[in-house]
């Protein structure tokens, strides 16, 4: 099977990245000889919406100018890497209770209409089936279901939604919490990877 593996946080060695890899190395030690690709959002970061890349994809390739060419390739480029995947892992730290903006950058390039979901009869349609995903999410405080802290999570709750109105409802949250509390760090990454199922 093809893993596409996408990193959102800009430290080398954050938790979201580290546990991320730790999921991909799982996956591949239960299926030899899958495939790994990578996207580091960091390191190649995706434009954020403008006005030549919406204007773009509501214009027929054939009638594009050059510069909405250029701007939806991105688009194009992200999608294709999607289609490709038979799993995806996706890492994000919190950052003020939510999602990186190099995140929400990929997930704007992502979710376009006609392409990876579209309106029919019954209402609005994911097209990126059949695929599952692991999100990796890492935070300095505890946010799960339970916690006090709960409702201030903007993560899972924005990204559950968002992904399954594209198709890709099969999505497991794993998470590494806690890492700024002295009494959890040291076990927490261990933790969040022994929750893991592939």
Excluded: C
Aim: aromatic share 8%; glycine share 8%; net charge negative.
């Amino acid at each position: 099977m093809h893993i596409l593996h996408i990193i959102s946080s800009p430290r080398s060695n954050s938790y979201s990245a580290r546990l991320g890899h730790q999921i991909v190395e799982k996956l591949l030690a239960a299926h030899p000889g899958s495939t790994v690709h990578e996207r580091d959002l960091t390191v190649h970061p995706l434009p954020h919406l403008e006005e030549v890349f919406v204007r773009g994809i509501f214009t027929p390739d054939e009638a594009r100018t050059p510069e909405q060419k250029s701007a939806v390739q991105h688009s194009d480029e992200v999608i294709s890497e999607v289609l490709a995947a038979d799993v995806l892992v996706i890492g994000s730290p919190m950052y003020n209770f939510s999602i990186s903006s190099s995140l929400k950058a990929w997930l704007d390039h992502l979710v376009r209409a006609g392409v990876t979901f579209l309106y029919g009869a019954n209402g609005p349609q994911g097209l990126l089936t059949g695929k599952k995903v692991y999100l990796a999410l890492a935070s300095g405080g505890v946010y799960s279901e339970g916690s006090p802290m709960a409702a201030y999570d903007f993560m899972a709750p924005y990204l559950k939604p968002v992904l399954a109105f594209i198709g890709l409802t099969d999505v497991e949250v794993v998470r590494v919490e806690g890492t700024s509390i002295p009494e959890l760090e040291p076990t927490a990454l261990d933790k969040a990877l022994a929750s893991v199922e592939v």
